[in-house]
């Protein structure tokens, strides 16, 4: 059975606090749309376009995506700049559904750092090559200080990047160890630092885990939960920025990562 298919047979179940079925099937009816115009962009419209052009597709295409989903973002604290003129940024946040990635490229097109399992998920793993997601080999460390060096490499060409440092993705309710040998590459080279705190919050202020695309869901079980919840909301709390180029040289990657770990830990309150 298609993951459309599995939808589709599970968009009549409701209840007193998840959309209608009219909704759901609306809702995904845009978003099997909108992702087709994804894939025609990328095909056709991507090979013609200049850098400022795809980035700009890119925004366009994530804040189209969330909005047929009905998910609002709300932004706090100080954002990195116009990504007309943002150039070598790193972003660093916690992880916690797919949402993340559309949420972040709705602000700010990167980037992203990811496993490398997503280039074989349909139709999606297609769209992340096309706008040149980084991918990674987890668990392998010798392929460690090869995306160390692309990663670097992409930042002083003015790309900017985000990475996951968990490496996984949680409920929303805690934040895993942070692993750092990436963060490597903002040192090298010299871009500013942009932790961001992402909160998915339910309606009485608490976490809404119901978005988290985490332990054993599948994909299809994810979308299917987001297409349930009623006004779904992703807070981006952008917290202080770093530059690495004002850091002491005594200052490593491991110092670095924790200082980003506490920060994220102490505004979610973690």
């Known amino acids: 059975m298609t993951g459309y298919a599995v939808l589709s047979n599970h968009l009549s179940i409701s209840n007193r606090t998840s959309t209608s079925r009219i909704t759901r099937y609306f809702r995904l009816s845009r978003i099997t749309l909108h992702t087709l115009i994804g894939v025609l962009i990328a095909a056709v419209i991507f090979p013609m376009s ?45 992880h916690v559904s797919w949402l993340d990635i559309h949420a972040i490229n709705s602000i700010l097109p990167v980037r992203f750092i990811a496993k490398s399992d997503i280039k074989s998920w349909p139709v999606f793993g297609y ?111 952008f917290l202080a920025s770093i530059s690495s180029a004002q850091l002491t040289k005594t200052a490593n990657r491991r110092e670095l990562t924790g200082h980003i770990h506490g920060m994220l830990k102490e505004k979610l309150k973690l």
Request: with cysteine; glycine share 6%; net charge positive.
């Open 50 to 94: 200049n850098k400022p052009s795809q980035l700009r597709l890119i925004r366009w295409w994530c804040q189209q995506l969330l909005q047929a989903l009905n998910v609002r973002v709300l932004v706090y604290g100080k954002t990195p700049p116009e990504y007309k003129t943002a150039r070598n940024n790193m972003l660093v946040a916690n």
């Open 127 to 237: 769209l992340a090559k096309k706008s040149q997601v980084l991918f990674i080999e987890r668990g392998k460390r010798q392929h460690a200080p090869r995306i160390v060096d692309i990663t670097t490499r992409s930042l002083k060409a003015g790309d900017n990047v985000c990475l996951f440092p968990e490496g996984t993705t949680t409920d929303g309710t805690r934040i895993m160890p942070f692993k750092g040998s990436v963060m490597q590459s903002a040192l090298h080279a010299e871009s500013t630092i942009w932790p961001i705190a992402l909160r998915y919050p339910s309606l009485d202020g608490s976490i809404n885990t119901e978005l988290a695309y985490a332990g054993e869901t599948t994909l299809v079980q994810s979308i299917l939960s987001v297409l349930r919840q009623q006004n779904p909301v992703i807070e981006l709390h």
